[in-house]
Nanobody, 121 residues
């Protein structure tokens, strides 16, 4: 049993900042890639950022330069620092992790429940 829980969302004025956290708990043997996605009302869920266990990072173009993804691997946490927020960043943000839950050399994908981020002008 693995559970991912996001925190740190909320309501913020345009130009402000928020820091999202996603903590995984349960039968975690090893964590691999950690990712953030978001889904705005009426939109498809889109990928936002990825960080590998070795620290390789990729962002979607719309957040590059404003968002920073990081991780605390021993604590099974991924963060998303969001600066210079814009109304178009309003969405439910989801974290996703590839996690090994047994000695078998395979990974399963786990999703968080999502957390609301609302940016007002």
């Amino acid at each position: 049993q693995v559970q991912l829980v996001e925190s740190g969302g909320g309501l913020v004025q345009a130009g402000g900042s928020l820091r999202l956290s996603c903590a995984a708990s349960g039968n975690i043997v090893y964590t691999s890639d950690m990712r953030w996605f978001r889904q705005a009302p009426g939109n498809q869920r889109e990928w936002v950022a990825t960080i590998s266990r070795s620290g390789n990072i990729h962002y979607t173009e719309s957040v590059q330069g404003r968002f920073t993804i990081s991780r605390d691997t021993p604590k099974n946490i991924v963060y998303l620092q969001m600066n210079d927020l814009k109304p178009e960043d309003t969405a439910i943000y989801y974290c996703k992790m590839n996690i090994r839950t047994s000695p078998q050399p395979t990974f399963d994908e786990f999703w968080g429940r999502g957390i609301q981020v609302t940016v007002f002008a």
